[in-house]
């Protein structure tokens, strides 16, 4: 059977208490060997600067950290500059992604209307110098007209240069089994790393997943509502179905598990070790 790699993923902190926490989970997860770090970016580019600044923080210490970065509303000439910035940095990867549309936003309007566009623009501009990896839905995004559309944009992102793809989280394995295989069908063959959202806080997730089209199945969602407040329940039940989740993906050979980790190193370290992927 084969290792998969696995890489966690941040948001940058808002005040100097969550940026002590953020430091002190960055280095507990550090000591995990992970593949790489990445690091979200505001709908409309609301965080950019602190995207960037954890980033330039980070990435020097020893596990490539890759800044998120959407470009709706974005313009050619600043994205250059900030990607100009990222890679005199050593930054070598970068999630391409569309973003969402601030409210009150038109879709579609501006210089790049889908990720695609930004994809072939980084391409364009900086060759290979950066690691492309993009989003993938197996669920399907929210928005897509169909499956068949999504997959086809899907595609469209690889063909302009994506090299590999980090999917929204899911709880249904099967999702992402028929995702690939889909893909595989159509001749492409990059890496789909799954994105793991560790279960800790029921009604947070609950609203998370209604916004981004993941969907909770009614069997967890049933079990988790019932445990109200407690969270010592909701947490020792979610550990055990993510990890289950984690250790199908596993058997069924996939390259790589990207954990939500929400800021937080217990959760996705317990998940590790429990999987025996590092030492208890
Ligand atoms: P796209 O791939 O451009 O797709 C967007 C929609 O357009 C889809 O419905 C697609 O089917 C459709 N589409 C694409 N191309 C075409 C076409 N040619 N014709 C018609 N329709 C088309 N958001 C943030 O704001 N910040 C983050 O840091 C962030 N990180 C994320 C990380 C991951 C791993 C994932 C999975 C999502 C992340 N998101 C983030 C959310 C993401 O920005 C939203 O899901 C956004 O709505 C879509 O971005 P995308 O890059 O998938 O867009």
Not at 8 to 35: D, I, M, S, V
Not at 232 to 254: K, N, P, R, Y
């Amino acid at each position: 059977m084969l290792k998969p790699s696995w890489s966690f993923e941040f948001f940058p902190a808002k005040t100097e208490a969550g940026h002590a926490k953020l430091r002190q989970t960055r280095e507990q997860l550090a000591a995990l060997n992970p593949e790489f770090f990445s690091v979200t970016y505001g709908a409309g580019g609301s965080t950019q600067d602190r995207t960037l600044d954890t980033v330039l923080e980070f990435n020097p210490l020893g596990v490539s950290t890759a800044p998120h970065l959407s470009c709706i509303g974005a313009k050619p000439g600043p994205l250059l500059d900030l990607l100009h910035e990222y890679r005199d940095a050593g930054v070598n990867r970068i999630v391409a992604l569309r973003g969402d549309l601030p409210s009150g936003m038109v879709g579609g309007s501006g210089h790049f209307r889908y990720a695609r566009d930004l994809v072939a623009f980084i391409k364009e501009h900086f060759g290979k110098d950066f690691h492309l990896e993009v989003a993938a839905y197996p669920e399907m995004h929210p928005q897509a007209v169909n499956y068949e559309a999504d997959l086809r944009a899907f595609a469209s992102k690889v063909e302009a240069g994506a090299d590999s793809a980090i999917t929204q989280y899911f709880y249904n394995p099967d999702s992402y089994f028929h995702f690939v295989d889909r893909l595989e069908a159509m001749g492409i063959h990059i890496p789909v790393i799954a994105g793991i959202m560790p279960i800790t806080n029921y009604s947070k997730l609950a609203r998370f997943s209604d916004a981004c089209g993941a969907e909770i199945p009614r069997w967890i969602r049933k079990q988790l509502e019932a445990y109200g407040d407690d969270s010592d329940s909701i947490q020792a039940f979610g550990h055990e179905v993510v990890l289950e989740l984690c250790a199908t993906l596993i058997d069924a050979g996939v390259p790589g598990m990207h954990f939500y980790t929400m800021n937080q190193a217990g959760p996705t370290q317990a998940l590790l070790q429990d999987l025996g992927l590092i030492a208890e």
